[in-house]
């Protein structure tokens, strides 16, 4: 599969992303740099790497009555707003981690 590898640090970012996707359908880059503790300037490209690898969906969602800017981390694919709802348990959902190489 792989023409382009990851970084290791967009690696960890996806993986995060997966963990804090199981209970938070809206991630936004505040939720993303706050539980990495990767700088604004560094956390950007790295979102951008997995965007472009289509590992992440990013875009604009209403919720709460707002627009907010939102990234979901995509699985075979998909980008699950409620993996609850798809896969059978968090144990389930958090082996679509990936590696890092």
Do not use: C
């Not at 290791?8 to 209970?23: F, H, K, P, R």
């Not at 969906?57 to 209403?62: A, I, P, T, Y």
């Amino acid at each position: 599969m792989g023409k382009n590898k990851l970084s290791t640090q967009a690696t960890t970012v996806y993986n995060t992303l997966l963990e804090l996707s199981w209970s938070e359908p809206y991630l936004t880059f505040e939720h993303i740099q706050a539980a990495t503790g990767i700088g604004r300037s560094k956390l950007a490209p790295t979102l951008a790497e997995l965007i472009g690898a289509s590992k992440v969906l990013h875009g604009n969602e209403e919720a709460l009555g707002e627009l907010i800017e939102t990234y979901t981390p995509k699985v075979k694919g998909v980008a699950y707003g409620y993996p609850f709802d798809y896969f059978k348990s968090y144990g389930e959902w958090i082996e679509n981690k990936l590696d890092i190489n």
